[in-house]
């Protein structure tokens, strides 16, 4: 089973951002929307962004403004810049390389803790 891997998750103060990378074997990248998302204890993991790869761009509207999704198409990475961080972004943060059905299953990585607090 291919793992993906977060990394940049930490402390940050209200206000302050951090940067997560995730990065996937090459063949899936290229085929996957890459996706974030972010999970707390007692709810579902819900999707914060994705980005296909011919470009489409979606937000949940709870982050809409405030973090951007970007690829690396060169590194096979996907980022999410996260900026004017607040404390109900604290969670565990995940990475997705979701392909198209005909390809087989999805995957992700063991997921990074993001931490807003004073």
Request: glycine share 14%; proline share 4%; net charge positive.
């Given at each position: 089973q291919v793992q993906l891997?977060?990394?940049?998750?930490?402390?940050?103060?209200?206000?302050?951002?951090?940067?997560?990378?995730?990065?996937?074997?090459?063949?899936?990248?290229?085929?996957?929307?890459?996706?974030?998302?972010?999970?707390?204890?007692?709810?579902q993991r819900e999707l914060?962004?994705?980005?296909?790869?011919?470009?489409?761009?979606?937000?949940?509207?709870?982050?809409?403004g405030r973090f951007t999704?970007?690829?690396?198409?060169?590194?096979?990475?996907?980022?999410?810049?996260?900026?004017?961080?607040?404390?109900?972004?604290?969670?565990?943060?995940?990475?997705?390389?979701?392909?198209?059905?005909?390809?087989?299953?999805?995957?992700?990585?063991?997921?990074?803790?993001?931490?807003?607090?004073?």
């Amino acid at each position: 089973q291919v793992q993906l891997e977060e990394s940049g998750g930490g402390l940050v103060q209200p206000g302050g951002s951090l940067k997560l990378s995730c990065a996937a074997p090459g063949d899936i990248f290229s085929r996957s929307i890459m996706g974030w998302y972010r999970q707390t204890p007692g709810n579902q993991r819900e999707l914060v962004a994705e980005a296909g790869a011919g470009g489409t761009l979606r937000y949940t509207g709870a982050v809409k403004g405030r973090f951007t999704i970007s690829r690396d198409n060169t590194k096979n990475t996907v980022h999410l810049q996260m900026n004017n961080l607040k404390p109900e972004d604290t969670a565990v943060y995940y990475c997705k390389a979701q392909q198209p059905l005909t390809w087989g299953g999805d995957y992700w990585g063991k997921g990074t803790q993001v931490t807003v607090s004073s």
